[in-house]
Nanobody, 124 residues
């Protein structure tokens, strides 16, 4: 079992920055892919970014490329999502997820463990 806990959400003005964190505990090792998803009000949960825990390869959805950066700290078992140049359309609950294996997933049902989510609100 893997437990995930997000933190770092909040309210920020458009153009600002936030960093959300995901602390993983339990049976974690390098054979996981860590992902960030988000869900805006009235919309489906969507893929944002992912990182292969072992080798650090990163993936992004087109709408956040160049603005968001995913990273991990192996010593702290924590994954980060640095979000810059935030836009009102980035407003959502951001969820951390873990997928067993080394193949990146882009769909909700490809991930095995989920955190509770953290709210990110971007005001215009």
């Amino acid at each position: 079992q893997v437990q995930l806990e997000e933190s770092g959400g909040g309210l920020v003005q458009a153009g600002g920055s936030l960093r959300v964190s995901c602390a993983a505990s339990g049976r974690t090792d390098s054979r996981y892919v860590m992902g960030w998803f988000r869900q805006a009000p009235g919309k489906e949960r969507e893929f944002v970014s992912a990182i292969k825990w072992g080798i650090g390869t990163t993936y992004y959805t087109d709408s956040v490329k160049g603005r968001f950066t995913i990273s991990r700290d192996n010593a702290k078992n924590t994954v980060y999502l640095q979000m810059n140049s935030l836009k009102p359309e980035d407003t959502a609950v951001y969820y951390c997820a873990a997928r067993r294996g080394v193949v990146v997933g882009y769909l909700i049902n490809e991930y095995d463990y989920w955190g509770q989510g953290t709210q990110v609100t971007v005001s215009s």
